[in-house]
Each structure stands twice: as structure tokens, then as C-alpha cells.
């Protein structure tokens, strides 16, 4: 009876410890696209030239292969608990480079939830990846690169 009690006590505890266990997974948010906010399209204007729609949203997620007047800006979040939320704006630009129409689809007013990451980024060209420790680039002096 003894040696059944301990059977069955260590195999709900691997049970509960295991995969299949009733603690939930870690899901984050996803977001993919350009970042797309209510401020920078109050900031688009008619008549603006495409520098300065590059220069207030950047550069376009997609641009219509067969038509370069018209630039997509796509903002996706898959939120992890609650669903997707998708933005858009559609630009559309004259033949002389000059913005003509502004098009959204999607929910501009609430604000998106962008956390900063704030655990380790990539490396930098003088971190030892392995290490983390900044080492100093070393250059060849050019009379020295070009001796045989």
C-alpha cells in the first residue's frame, strides 16, 4: 500500500511538472510592418513630395509594383491574448511626385502597445559575440595590406 502511495504521489507531481501541466504558455505581442500612429498621418498633407512623406513615415512597407504612385504603409499587431489589429494607410501620388490622397483603414485612436526591449540587442561590430566584452577593431595600415 506503501509503495502505491508513492506511485501515485510521483506521478502526479511529474504530471504536474510536465507539459501538461495547467500552467498556461507565454505568448507575446507581434508586431510586424511599419509602425503606423495617429500623429504622423495628422502630419500628411496634399502636395507634400515624397521626400517629405519619407521624411514624417519612412519608407514604405510595400510599393504597387506596377503602379509607383501609390505607396502601402501596414501595421500589424497580433496581440497574444486578445487578437489582431491591423492599420493602414494607402498614399497616393501624382505624376510629378506630389501627394494626392491619403487612404486608412483600420482604428487610428487608441493607442498601440510598444514596449522597449530592454534585454540584450545584437551584437555591435566591437563586442565578441560570445563574450559580450568590447574589443577594439584592429586595422591593417594600408602599406601593410598591400606588401606581399
Do not use: H
Amino acid at each position: 500500500m506503501q509503495k502505491l502511495t508513492r506511485i501515485i504521489t510521483l506521478s502526479v507531481a511529474l504530471t504536474v511538472v510536465s507539459g501538461c501541466s495547467y500552467v498556461g504558455v507565454y505568448k507575446r505581442d507581434i508586431p510586424q510592418g511599419n509602425l503606423v500612429t495617429e500623429e504622423m498621418v495628422s502630419q500628411l498633407q496634399p502636395g507634400m513630395t515624397r521626400e517629405q512623406v519619407t521624411y514624417v513615415m519612412g519608407r514604405p512597407l510595400l510599393e504597387a509594383p506596377f503602379d509607383t504612385r501609390e505607396w502601402d504603409y501596414v501595421y500589424r499587431i497580433d496581440k497574444a491574448y486578445a487578437g489582431v489589429e491591423q492599420r493602414r494607410v494607402t498614399l497616393t501620388f501624382d505624376n510629378m511626385g506630389r501627394l494626392v490622397n491619403i487612404e486608412q483603414q483600420g482604428d487610428f485612436s487608441n493607442d498601440l502597445p510598444i514596449s522597449a526591449d530592454t534585454g540584450v540587442g545584437p551584437a555591435t561590430e566591437t563586442t565578441d559575440p560570445i563574450t559580450g566584452i568590447n574589443t577594439p577593431i584592429q586595422r591593417v595600415p594600408s602599406s601593410e595590406a598591400t606588401a606581399p
